[in-house]
C-alpha cells in the first residue's frame, strides 16, 4: 500500500520545488536595457517639454492608456504621475516618480506597480547633426531607454522568450510615433 503513493509523492515534491524556483527572486542580477532612438525636427526644448509631460503620453506610446495626477505640465524632479498601461497583452497601473530632470538634456523616471519597482526610463536629448554634419539648435537627438530586471526565473524567462521582444517593438513604435507627431503639428 505505501508502495503505491510514493510516485504521486515525488511528484507533488518535484512540482512544488520547481514552482518555488520559478517563482523565487533571482539570487542575482538580470537586467535589460530597451534603447531606441530618432532624429526629431525640433529643438530640444520642445522636445523635452513634450516627452516630460504625460497628458501626451497616451498620445504617442502605444502602451499609454491614460495618465491621471500631474499630467499637464513638464514634471520636475520628484514629481509623479500615475499611468494606466498595456505592455506586451498585460495591462495595470504605475507610478511614475521624476528622479532626473535637467532640461532640456535629461528627463527620467522610477515606476512603481502592486509595491515593487518595475523600470526607469531615461530620455537623453542632444542636438542632432544636419545632413551637412554640423549640430543643429532645430534638430533633436532623442535617445529613450527602458531599464528593467527580471524579479524570478519565471519572469527572466518569459522574458528572454517574449516579452523582450515585445517591449522593443513597443518602444520602437512610440519613439517612430513621437517622430512623426511632433513633425506634423505646429511649433
Do not use: C
Amino acid at each position: 500500500m505505501l508502495v503505491r503513493h510514493r510516485k504521486p509523492f515525488w511528484g507533488l515534491i518535484f512540482a512544488a520545488i520547481t514552482v518555488g524556483m520559478l517563482l523565487a527572486p533571482l539570487p542575482w542580477s538580470d537586467r535589460t536595457a530597451i534603447h531606441d532612438e530618432v532624429v526629431i525636427a525640433r529643438p530640444p526644448a520642445q522636445v523635452f517639454d513634450y516627452v516630460s509631460t504625460p497628458l501626451h503620453w497616451p498620445k504617442w506610446h502605444p502602451a499609454s492608456l491614460g495618465v491621471a495626477g500631474a499630467t499637464d505640465h513638464p514634471l520636475g524632479q520628484g514629481e509623479r504621475v500615475t499611468e494606466t498601461f498595456m505592455v506586451a497583452q498585460r495591462g495595470g497601473a504605475v507610478v511614475w516618480t521624476v528622479i532626473e530632470s535637467q532640461r532640456p538634456r535629461t528627463w527620467s523616471i522610477e515606476g512603481v506597480a502592486e509595491g515593487r519597482r518595475v523600470g526607469t526610463i531615461t530620455y537623453r536629448l542632444t542636438p542632432a547633426m544636419t545632413p551637412s554634419l554640423t549640430p543643429s539648435a532645430e534638430r533633436t537627438r532623442i535617445e529613450r531607454e527602458f531599464r528593467y530586471r527580471s524579479p524570478t526565473l519565471l519572469f527572466a524567462l518569459i522574458n528572454r522568450l517574449t516579452l523582450r521582444e515585445r517591449v522593443q517593438a513597443e518602444s520602437t513604435e512610440a519613439v517612430r510615433r513621437l517622430k512623426a507627431l511632433l513633425e506634423t503639428q505646429p511649433p
